[in-house]
């Protein structure tokens, strides 16, 4: 059940190159576990890395923040997408190929995972994927909802995660599949309808 209550902890001290209003919130994937994806944030580049998410999604349904909602990131690498976007990242481990010799799946970093319920649909050459948690579905909602309200971003959800021409002018959620087909995330086992519905009637569904 979804409920309204729910509590953002505050992660890091990353640096960002201004602030900015926004128009967008955009979902993506951190394609790797947890502690391994705060680690990379945390020390890449002599600390210096900029590809910075504004908030991440664990799988236990804790949400991090690590950028004020106004902080521009350079997560896309392009001034004219980051500007204008709040990225709200999930931790999920995104694509999976089958591992035969060992008996699992193997992610796109080659790490094994031979106790591991995936979702299968072929979409943009991949089969396997990762699955998104329950915890996760129940927490998006009112995550994306207080952004929504706190920086007067359109209560839109693109509801799908395949490209969409003239993303740019889209105002509301966008998946980071939306803006170009090379990216893989949000992947199939994600409940787009469910979210959907959510906007479109604005209201928590228990």
Known sequence: MLT?????DKYGDFKSLGTNTKKNIILCSTNRE?????????????KEFSRIPHYIITK???VLKLLEDTDVGYFFQDIEIDKESIIVCFENLGWFEKEIQNNGFKDCFGNIYKEVEVFEKKW?????????????????YPLLNKICTDNNIK????????KVK???????????SNIDQRFLDLNPSFDYDYLKKQFDDDEFIQ
């Open 155 to 162: 209560k839109n959800f693109i509801g799908h995660n395949t």
């Open 4 to 8: 309204k209550e729910f509590t953002v």
């Open 124 to 140: 943009r050459d991949k089969i396997y994927w990762d699955k998104f948690t329950e915890q996760q579905i129940k927490v998006i």
């Open 166 to 176: 003239g993303f740019n002018k889209f105002e509301g959620v966008l998946i980071k």
């Open 60 to 62: 236990t349904g804790t």
């Open 34 to 46: 947890i502690t391994s994806y705060l680690i990379s944030l945390k020390f890449r580049y002599l």
